[in-house]
């Protein structure tokens, strides 16, 4: 499974951004929509930290305490595509993001995702 992520930049604290991931290369039998997506970041010197995940069919959403009411999750199976929708950035936010997926279909972001994505720079100045 190779997931894409894209959408990182700079920005100003109280800007929005939203990063999207790519899925593709599903084992024979599998789809996009047969895997729950999350996002991940990892600020320098610290563990890497759960943000967000969404259900197979996007009927479900978690979030980690950090980014709630701030970030939504979305996915758009149809595009083999996951979203974070990041608002009210501030500072604390500067963070690699990650995209991952997991084969439970009603994965909650609680334990290691089965698949890592490459990660997406994301830098917001004060």
């Known amino acids: 499974v190779q997931l894409q992520a894209s959408g990182g930049g700079l920005v100003q604290a109280g800007d929005s951004l939203r990063l999207a991931c790519v899925g593709s290369?599903?084992?024979?039998?599998?789809?996009?929509?047969?895997?729950?997506m999350g996002w991940f970041r990892q600020a320098p010197g610290k563990e890497r930290e759960f943000v967000a995940a969404?259900?197979?069919?996007?009927?479900?959403?978690s979030y980690g305490d950090s980014v709630k009411g701030r970030f939504s999750i979305s996915r758009d199976n149809a595009k083999n595509t996951v979203f974070l929708q990041m608002n009210t950035l501030n500072v604390e936010d500067t963070a690699v993001y990650y995209c991952?997926?997991?084969?439970?279909?009603?994965?909650?972001?609680?334990?290691?995702?089965?698949?890592w994505g490459q990660g997406t720079q994301v830098t917001v100045s004060s």
């Open positions: 991952a997926a997991d084969q439970n279909p009603y994965y909650s972001g609680t334990m290691t995702p089965s698949y």
């Open positions: 969404i259900i197979w069919s996007g009927t479900r959403r």
């Open positions: 290369g599903f084992p024979s039998g599998f789809s996009f929509s047969s895997y729950s």
